[in-house]
């Protein structure tokens, strides 16, 4: 793949960082599009060039990539992923499995992908044969324990023997305590947004995440500051 021109936003690994707890990663989101002129749909879309970034380091010119959409907000980063990847020259396939929510920031994204030659799948799809999936099921929202046909697929995705890149956080993780609920996808690297999850950093979450990388999606620094949980040495 040669030299995909995505928008460069700070891409780290390792090195001191912020930590979130999911209240407060979600309220920076909440104050960044009501306090600044930067919208939900632009902070995806960061998001998204964040992910293709690390995908890029994890050969996923090799082709192809599978990446697994859930119906909210984290599913909506993986469609604009998706997107940038064919682009950029990728050969992508998605596992949508469930329709966006309606007049959402991903029903946005989804809406690009379907006017390109990507191919979509509902169930996973034995003879894929992907290169590298991408994780784009379930964000930092994820309280309760994963419904049966969620919870099959992330186990699908933790039985395929190629790489795994998680999207924020893998699938099925509490993003407080780093407990799967009650299991969780096992990556070999997570893109996460802004600053580390804080069930990242405890045994489980740590094992699960893989190689962390924080992406800057241009959250304004004095917001990030305010609302961490705590600054901590991310793992990578």
């Given at each position: 793949m040669g030299g995909p021109n995505y928008t460069?936003?700070?891409?780290?690994?390792?090195?001191?960082?912020?930590?979130?707890?999911?209240?407060?990663?979600?309220?920076?989101d909440r104050l960044t599009i009501e306090t600044t002129d930067i919208n939900s749909l632009a902070l995806m879309e960061h998001a998204a060039e964040g992910v293709a970034r690390v995908a890029e380091t994890m050969g996923v010119d090799r082709g192809p990539a599978l990446i697994a959409c859930g119906p909210g907000n984290n599913g909506g980063d993986g469609w604009a992923a998706a997107r940038l990847l064919h682009e950029a020259g990728c050969q992508v396939q998605v596992l949508a499995t469930a329709p966006p929510r309606a007049n959402s920031d991903a029903a946005i994204n989804a809406a690009k992908v379907a006017a390109l030659p990507i191919e979509v799948f509902e169930t996973p799809e034995e003879g894929l044969g992907p290169c590298?999936?991408?994780?784009?099921l379930l964000g930092t929202g994820l309280t309760s324990t994963v419904r049966a046909s969620m919870l099959a697929c992330i186990d699908w995705i933790n039985e395929q023997s190629c790489g795994v890149l998680s999207v924020d956080l893998p699938s099925g993780m509490d993003a407080d305590t780093g407990k799967g609920l009650p299991r969780c996808v096992q990556a070999a690297a997570t893109a996460t947004f802004v600053g580390v999850k804080l069930g990242m950093l405890q045994e489980a979450g740590k094992q699960a995440s893989g190689d962390v990388h924080v992406i800057d999606i241009g959250v304004p620094k004095a917001i990030a500051r305010r609302l961490a949980h705590k600054e901590s040495e991310p793992h990578g």
């Open positions: 460069p936003h700070m891409l780290e690994q390792g090195g001191k960082g912020l930590v979130f707890d999911r209240v407060g990663i979600r309220e920076v590298l999936i991408i994780d784009a």
